[in-house]
Each structure stands twice: as C-alpha cells, then as structure tokens.
C-alpha cells in the first residue's frame, strides 16, 4: 500500500495522456484581434470568443485606463461592502436596458453568476431539468443546488416535457436551465418552445446567453430578441467576456428577483466586486455594440462567407448544425483532432482541437469574428480542403 496520499494524481495524468486528454496553454504574446501572436508565431485566430473584435479596442482600453486612474486597481471588497461603484450600476442599467429587463446585477464573473443564480433559487425540495450540452457552470450549479437533477437530451423539448409530466409535481420549484447558444456546437436551443414549457408547468426557466450577447437578435441583445421572446418572463445570464471584451457576468430580470439574487446569491455576496477597468470596459463595449451595428453584421458577413466556401469547396466535410458564428467539424476520435489542430497550427491558423470531456465528440471549433479578413477566411478553406478531411 502507498501511504503517499497524492500518489493517485500521477496515475490519473497518465490516464489523460494515454486519452489524448492532455491539455495545455498557449501562449498569445499580442494584443487579441483577427491575427495574434502565438508564442512567437503570426497565426489568423479563429480560436478566439472576441466576436465584435473590441477586447483589442482602443475605447475600451481607454476606458479602463481612466477607471483604474479614478478609482485604482482593484474594487477592495465585496459589493455589499467597499466593492461598490457608481460604474456597476451603470453597466447594470445599460445591461437591463439591452435586455429590456426591469433590472440586472453584475458578477465578478460568468460562471459565478450561474452557481450562484442556480445555488440562490433552488435548494433540495426542488427540480432542475438540464440541457444535457450545457455549459458546466450550469451543471455545476445544478450539483452544488442539492436538487434533484434530470438531464434531457439536447433540445428534446419531447423528453423534457415527458419528464415535467411525471416529476413537477413531486417538487417544491422547478428549474428549466439551457443554454442559448451552444458553445461547443454552435446550435440554438428551441426558446419559445422551452417558454411555453415553463409555462405550462409553473418552471422558472434559466437561460444562458453568453455566446449570443452582442451577436444575435437585431440590436445584439440576445437570443431572447433573436427569437422575438423579449419581455416574456424567463431569468437571463451572460457573460462580459465574449463579445463585450472585458470580464465579468450578468444576471437580468425582474426587479424582485434581482433584489432576492443581491441578498441570497452567495457568489456575489461573498466575491470581491468587478473591478473598476473591467466594469468601464464592459460598459464602453455595451455603448458600441449599441452604436455600431455594421460591426455584428460585418461578423454575419463573415459567417455566411465562410458556409459558402465550405458549401463551394468541401462538401463531405462532416459541419455540425450552427446557426452562430460557431462552427464546429467532427473528427473520428482525439488523436486525429490534435493532428488536425497542429497542421492547421503550422501553416498559420489557430483553431485548436475541442476534444472529450469537454464534448462528445472530437473537433475542431472555428469562432468566427467581426475582424477577420475575407483572405483569413480563404486561407482557411483552402487549408481545409488540402487536408483532405
């Protein structure tokens, strides 16, 4: 027997390796756009979840810049204690304005606001039925909640209210989570169907909007919007960190339920607030999304560009249903994904292997962007279809 008892970590890593699991970082030595630099090499990005291009903007560096000036580096504490600023109220008021949500309150991060929305409303009496693709900040949160947890196959609104049929009445609340787009797979989840669902069944409905804030629906508010469902009565999350180029989550809703999250949200509560630069940074971009739509349907452009030339050029190349700029192609296993990734690597595109646990299915996930040039996009394809996939 080994009396070591960390010893069982050295055998597991050998389990990842043998996988073909192993992941580790990369890397970029520049600032983010359409091109970086990776560890030294010049590489077109189509790695990267900076879909308007403005975590690279001058605006929102100046921004930041001046909130750090006001107001320094750090916010000293939790909100409810040193941690507010005049400028999270903003950002939560241009965020519920979007949204055309009566309120919004602002996390520290994206996963944090998912456990601690999920941790607040639903406790052990109570039932989650889960997207079985969503994100793990939700499967988390579902966890750490103490409910009872019944995954539905991906978009199966069939199964999901076959389970509602047996199990809502056996629970004190219920809890419908979904993302709205799939981050892995590029997919929209069905909302109005998942709407009408909650309805019917007296279930709150969750749903995560952070790869569709700032690129779906025509004011970039959402999925929500996308779908023609804004004002319909749901809990919507996101995140700061994708198309708005900063840090940061966000919860909007009504009035009361983010007045309950500021008291009962253990991930706000007891988490130092955003800081200043990554507050102003979010609300510059919130600003720009608003002001410049050209910039979303240069991305759209892009999107539609890139089906085209695969339609065009490679035909049996195995593409997974995406309606976002998330496109994903699937690869027989691990090994062939991280050959694919390294190749793709040498030539000068970064679009790294998605592999298991991660998915189901191994990947390569292309992440389309506002800045990419139609070259970018051409080398690509070319690229692609020199692989013979």
Not at 127 to 155: C, F, M, T, W
Not at 340 to 349: D, M, Q, S, W
Request: glycine share 6%.
């Amino acid at each position: 027997m080994n009396n070591n008892p960390y010893a069982w970590i050295e055998a597991s890593l050998e389990t990842i390796h043998r996988a073909d699991w192993y992941r580790s970082v990369q890397t970029i030595n520049s600032l983010p756009g359409a091109t970086v630099l990776l560890s030294g090499q010049k590489v077109i990005n189509f790695a990267s979840n900076d879909y308007l291009g403005l975590a690279g903007d001058e605006r929102l560096q100046t921004a930041a810049i001046k909130a750090i000036q006001q107001f320094g580096t750090g916010s000293t504490g939790s909100r409810l204690l040193s941690g507010h600023r005049e400028l999270h109220r903003e950002l939560e008021q241009a965020i519920a304005s979007t949204k055309q949500t009566e309120d919004a309150v602002v996390f520290s991060s994206g996963y944090l606001a998912n456990i601690g929305v999920i941790t607040a409303l639903i406790g052990k009496r109570d039932l989650i039925l889960s997207d079985q693709y969503n994100h793990s900040s939700l499967k988390r949160g579902a966890v750490l909640s103490g409910a009872a947890v019944i995954e539905y196959p991906h978009n199966s609104t069939a199964v999901l209210a076959e389970k509602l049929s047996q199990q809502r009445q056996n629970h004190r609340r219920c809890l419908i989570m979904t993302d709205s787009v799939f981050s892995m797979d590029g997919d929209l989840c069905p909302l109005p169907e998942l709407l009408d669902l909650a309805e019917e069944f007296s279930c709150m409905l969750l749903l995560d909007e952070a790869h569709a804030t700032g690129v779906m629906g025509k004011t970039g508010a959402g999925c929500v919007e996308h779908f023609g469902c804004t004002g319909r009565e749901l809990i919507q999350i996101g995140t700061l960190s994708k198309a708005l180029g900063s840090l940061g989550g966000y919860v909007a809703a009504s009035h009361t339920l983010i007045d309950f999250l500021r008291n009962r949200a253990p991930s706000w509560i007891y988490t130092t607030a955003l800081s200043p630069a990554d507050t102003a940074a979010a609300l510059a971009a919130m600003k720009i999304v608003q002001q410049e739509p050209e910039r979303r349907q240069r991305l759209w452009d892009n999107v539609n560009y890139l089906k085209q030339l695969i339609r065009d050029n490679l035909p049996n190349l195995k593409i997974l249903p995406s309606e976002s700029p998330i496109l994903c192609f699937q690869l027989p296993d691990a090994a062939t994904a991280l050959t694919a990734g390294k190749h793709l690597k040498e030539v000068g595109i970064f679009a790294p292997a998605i592999r298991p646990p991660t998915v189901p299915t191994s990947r390569i996930r292309i992440t389309m962007m506002a800045t990419h040039e139609l070259e970018h996009i051409e080398k690509l394809v070319n690229t692609l279809k020199g692989m013979q996939l």
